[in-house]
């Protein structure tokens, strides 16, 4: 079956400017992840939901970042005005419930 | 907070040499233990996983035991192929608690 995808792949974001990043999930998946992975590094938790539930939002680096899922499927993280160390690679997971966390292909954002 | 860690370095190696890359870890609970398996061009995919103390996971020929004596959950293979040349990371989720915390990673470079 098709696993998780997200989109843009890639995106080049002048400093300063808003960027939203989608995630579809595997269709079912109860629980949605985002990760930051930063260059050379391991990922890092950045938020997560429970159906429509935001339950966990401590990951979040700053009140530039805000992510969202209305309708218990597909999510969008949203980076306000950004800024350069925003660069890395974000990694959507979903799961059913608790159980194993199935990644997507991450959307490489570059800000210049 | 819970942490992983993983030897520093990336691991070249010849093919059908025997692997090891090294993890510890940090909890305050009795977390779930994982390792993901990044191959080039693709997503993080669960390599294996080991819920409990003792317990051993295994998969493509890998193997890893949790020790909860030494807090840790070394990566083995017998014998690699040119085809492991990948980036694995080392992870853990605490009991109650849904997001994954990731070492940095090692590069796996298999020679032919």
């Known amino acids: 079956g098709a696993g998780v995808s997200q989109s843009p792949r890639y995106k080049v974001a002048k400093r300063g400017q808003d960027v939203a990043l989608r995630c579809d999930p595997i269709?079912?998946?109860?629980?949605l992840f985002w990760y930051q992975q930063a260059l050379g590094q391991g990922p890092e938790f950045l938020t997560y939901?429970?159906?429509?539930?935001?339950?966990?939002k401590s990951g979040l680096p700053s009140d530039r970042f805000f992510a969202e899922r209305p309708e218990g499927s597909v999510s969008t993280l949203k980076i306000q005005r950004t800024q350069q160390e925003d660069s890395a690679v974000y990694l959507c997971a979903s799961s059913w419930g608790k159980e194993t966390q199935y990644f997507g292909p991450g959307t490489r954002l570059l800000v210049l | 907070g819970d942490s992983v860690t993983q030897m520093e370095g990336p691991v070249t190696l010849s093919e059908e040499a025997f692997l090891t890359i090294n993890c510890t870890y940090t909890?305050?609970?009795?977390?779930?233990l994982f390792w993901y398996v990044q191959y080039p061009g693709e997503g993080l995919q669960l390599l294996l996983k080991?819920?409990?103390?003792?317990d051993k996971g295994s998969n493509k020929g890998f193997e890893a035991t949790y020790r909860k004596e030494t807090t840790s959950f070394h990566l083995e293979k017998g014998s690699v192929q040119v085809s492991d040349s990948a980036v694995y990371f080392c992870a853990l989720s605490e009991s109650g608690n849904n997001r994954l915390a990731f070492g940095k990673g090692n590069q796996v470079v298999v020679i032919p």
């Open positions: 269709s079912g998946h109860v629980s």
């Open positions: 939901f429970q159906n429509e539930a935001q339950l966990d």
């Open positions: 080991a819920t409990k103390a003792d």
């Open positions: 909890a305050t609970g009795y977390p779930s």
